[in-house]
């Protein structure tokens, strides 16, 4: 890769660090109930809401009451995104006529939008209605990304309060994420990409005469193209900052309308995990030691770091293979060089490469190229991303309450190896909280390593993948990783829309998203209502580069532990095949 694509991924790395502590601080005001620049604004709306809603503010509930809250809400926007899709075919905004969409799609897709995956088994721009794109998806972008956001500030309150019931009110809690901090950073991320081109009307699809007219000798000669357009930009802002990655159209954001220039490529990609970086410092400002954010955060951006260089050295190393066909793969002033094989050319070998381990880290899901063209140790790293567990950033709030699980892990871990109950902000970690972590740590690789094996193990899993062999197999341990860790990009090759993906699919993604939620609630219950015990010598620091290196060593072990072994049979195999020589 050349020096000026480095320099890109450094500069981006800068700018992310750049902006998380005055958003983080910004959003512990706003989770803490202080005042904020906009509140003059917001705050009379908000309190519209709360009176309409029949919601008291200071109406606090204890764990239980939360999660019931949390899921009694989910399934009713599961609920009402399945029926808009099916009956969509007879609602207004609707210029192209779409027909309701079939039952199993709709499940799968009211599933994965509820639960921030944004998984999509169809085509965005021949499948659904702009009432469907706006009122359905997009409002479930804004409100799963709340939700994720909620979860986590009620664990945050766990461990800061003692001898308490209660964490919070999740009613008050969406509706501050989304008044204060999604809605104002969408919109202004929204008009930002109609500047760069991102479409946003709600005119049909525009007819216009092709310029140079081709077509097969003896053939029709096409002159004209359906250009389809939509109210794409205000969904792109939030599909991003709420780390969801659901699209507008099918091609995602390697669409020009979606993603047209290198501003908009950078914009985009800075936002995904700028939400989920910034809630570490959130985080430290909540429990009053911004050391502990500081530290979480460290070890998010390492792994990170080391990843996106591997994925970035593996693509433009190019694929060998070419290289002895002849093919020159050199960086050029004719072309970017490495493995532009399914990539844009004005993004290039960085501006992919950094998106897609973006993405996958992010809990994300959107893509600007196209993943099953990767080589295949550079499509091993989105992958492995999500396999960690989606903590290296993950998903606005899912990914810091994640990450957080691995910490209360590691703690009790290092505890035992010096024979000291293990203690975690003054609170004691013991078998509930363990039980409770665990849960969260160990139910994704499990959901995602039983439903790949139940695809390779019956006719109908297998008869959907469209290659054979490691790359074959990769392609569906990828669909179900991302299905499993609630990210929602996909590596293609793949008939996602068999019955056996959107079922199991729809099912595996419910699961993911609120067990490991509601383990954390039941955390946060647990450890508000303990004591606060004194540090002493014997406390362990949880800020210093020591523990940062530990809990890096904890998420690694885990995810090499799960996933190794199937990585083995595709990328890796892939891989060896690949500098072999062999075409696979």
């Given at each position: 890769?050349?020096?000026?694509?480095?320099?890109?991924?450094?500069?981006?790395?800068?700018?992310?660090?750049?902006?998380?502590?005055?958003?983080?601080?910004?959003?512990?005001?706003?989770?803490?109930?202080?005042?904020?620049?906009?509140?003059?604004?917001?705050?009379?709306?908000?309190?519209?809401?709360?009176?309409?809603?029949?919601?008291?503010?200071?109406?606090?509930?204890?764990?239980?009451?939360?999660?019931?809250?949390?899921?009694?809400?989910?399934?009713?926007?599961?609920?009402?995104?399945?029926?808009?899709?099916?009956?969509?075919?007879?609602?207004?905004?609707?210029?192209?006529?779409?027909?309701?969409?079939?039952?199993?799609?709709?499940?799968?897709?009211?599933?994965?939008?509820?639960?921030?995956?944004?998984?999509?088994?169809?085509?965005?721009?021949?499948?659904?209605?702009?009432?469907?794109?706006?009122?359905?998806?997009?409002?479930?972008?804004?409100?799963?990304?709340?939700?994720?956001?909620?979860?986590?500030?009620?664990?945050?309150?766990?461990?800061?309060?003692?001898?308490?019931?209660?964490?919070?009110?999740?009613?008050?809690?969406?509706?501050?994420?989304?008044?204060?901090?999604?809605?104002?950073?969408?919109?202004?991320?929204?008009?930002?990409?109609?500047?760069?081109?991102?479409?946003?009307?709600?005119?049909?699809?525009?007819?216009?005469?092709?310029?140079?007219?081709?077509?097969?000798?003896?053939?029709?000669?096409?002159?004209?193209?359906?250009?389809?357009?939509?109210?794409?930009?205000?969904?792109?802002?939030?599909?991003?900052?709420?780390?969801?990655?659901?699209?507008?159209?099918?091609?995602?954001?390697?669409?020009?309308?979606?993603?047209?220039?290198?501003?908009?490529?950078?914009?985009?990609?800075?936002?995904?995990?700028?939400?989920?970086?910034?809630?570490?410092?959130?985080?430290?400002?909540?429990?009053?030691?911004?050391?502990?954010?500081?530290?979480?955060?460290?070890?998010?951006?390492?792994?990170?770091?080391?990843?996106?260089?591997?994925?970035?050295?593996?693509?433009?190393?190019?694929?060998p293979i070419l290289t002895s066909a002849g093919v020159s793969q050199a960086a050029s002033g004719l072309q970017p060089g490495g493995n532009m094989e399914g990539k844009e050319v004005r993004f290039g070998i960085a501006g992919s490469a950094l998106w897609a381990t973006v993405t996958t880290a992010v809990s994300n899901g959107s893509v600007n190229s196209m993943l099953d063209s990767f080589t295949p140790l550079g499509g091993l790293v989105p992958m492995w991303l999500m396999q960690l567990g989606e903590v290296i950033f993950g998903g606005t709030g899912s990914g810091l309450y994640g990450m957080l699980a691995?910490?209360?892990?590691?703690?009790?871990?290092?505890?035992?190896?010096?024979?000291?109950?293990?203690?975690?902000?003054?609170?004691?970690?013991?078998?509930?909280?363990?039980?409770?972590?665990?849960?969260?740590?160990?139910?994704?690789?499990?959901?995602?390593?039983?439903?790949?094996?139940?695809?390779?193990?019956?006719?109908?899993?297998?008869?959907?993948?469209?290659?054979?062999?490691?790359?074959?197999?990769?392609?569906?341990?990828?669909?179900?990783?991302?299905?499993?860790?609630?990210?929602?990009?996909?590596?293609?090759?793949?008939?996602?829309?068999?019955?056996?993906?959107?079922?199991?699919?729809?099912?595996?993604?419910?699961?993911?998203?609120?067990?490991?939620?509601?383990?954390?609630?039941?955390?946060?219950?647990?450890?508000?209502?303990?004591?606060?015990?004194?540090?002493?010598?014997?406390?362990?620091?949880?800020?210093?580069?020591?523990?940062?290196?530990?809990?890096?060593?904890?998420?690694?072990?885990?995810?090499?532990?799960?996933?190794?072994?199937?990585?083995?049979?595709?990328?890796?195999?892939?891989?060896?095949?690949?500098?072999?020589?062999?075409?696979?």
């Open positions: 890769m050349t020096a000026s694509g480095w320099a890109q991924i450094g500069l981006y790395v800068l700018v992310l660090l750049a902006l998380v502590r005055p958003l983080g601080a910004y959003m512990a005001r706003v989770y803490e109930g202080r005042r904020t620049f906009l509140h003059p604004v917001l705050a009379p709306l908000e309190q519209a809401i709360y009176r309409l809603a029949g919601v008291r503010a200071d109406d606090e509930m204890p764990w239980h009451a939360y999660a019931g809250a949390l899921l009694a809400f989910s399934v009713l926007s599961t609920l009402a995104v399945y029926l808009l899709l099916r009956v969509q075919g007879y609602l207004p905004l609707n210029p192209r006529g779409f027909a309701g969409v079939p039952p199993f799609i709709s499940f799968n897709t009211a599933s994965s939008y509820a639960t921030n995956t944004d998984w999509q088994a169809y085509g965005g721009e021949t499948t659904l209605s702009y009432l469907t794109q706006m009122l359905g998806l997009t409002v479930q972008n804004f409100c799963s990304a709340a939700a994720g956001m909620a979860v986590l500030v009620a664990l945050i309150r766990g461990l800061t309060r003692h001898t308490a019931q209660s964490i919070g009110s999740f009613w008050v809690d969406l509706t501050r994420g989304t008044l204060y901090i999604l809605l104002p950073l969408s919109l202004v991320l929204a008009l930002l990409l109609v500047s760069q081109g991102v479409v946003q009307t709600l005119g049909d699809y525009r007819v216009v005469p092709l310029w140079h007219p081709e077509g097969p000798a003896g053939g029709v000669t096409p002159v004209q193209q359906v250009l389809a357009l939509g109210p794409a930009a205000s969904q792109i802002a939030i599909k991003q900052l709420g780390s969801n990655g659901g699209g507008f159209f099918n091609a995602n954001s390697a669409h020009p309308f979606e993603n047209p220039t290198p501003l908009s490529n950078f914009l985009e990609a800075l936002a995904m995990p700028l939400i989920p970086a910034a809630l570490c410092y959130t985080y430290g400002v909540m429990v009053r030691d911004t050391r502990q954010g500081w530290a979480v955060l460290a070890a998010m951006v390492a792994v990170f770091v080391v990843l996106l260089g591997v994925c970035a050295w593996s693509e433009g190393r190019g694929n691995f910490v209360i892990v590691a703690v009790f871990v290092a505890g035992l190896m010096v024979g000291r109950t293990p203690e975690y902000l003054g609170k004691k970690i013991e078998a509930f909280e363990i039980k409770m972590a665990a849960l969260m740590v160990l139910i994704p690789p499990a959901l995602v390593l039983c439903s790949s094996a139940l695809a390779m193990a019956t006719t109908a899993g297998q008869a959907a993948a469209f290659n054979r062999g490691p790359h074959g197999y990769s392609e569906i341990l990828y669909a179900f990783s991302s299905m499993g860790n609630n990210n929602g990009s996909a590596f293609a090759g793949l008939n996602v829309s068999a019955p056996l993906y959107t079922l199991v699919g729809g099912a595996v993604m419910l699961c993911a998203r609120f067990i490991p939620a509601i383990s954390a609630l039941a955390i946060a219950g647990s450890l508000a209502r303990k004591q606060v015990i004194p540090a002493s010598a014997g406390t362990l620091p949880t800020h210093t580069p020591l523990f940062v290196a530990w809990l890096i060593a904890v998420v690694v072990i885990v995810g090499a532990l799960s996933f190794i072994p199937a990585l083995a049979l595709g990328p890796i195999a892939e891989q060896l095949l690949m500098v072999r020589g062999a075409t696979f």
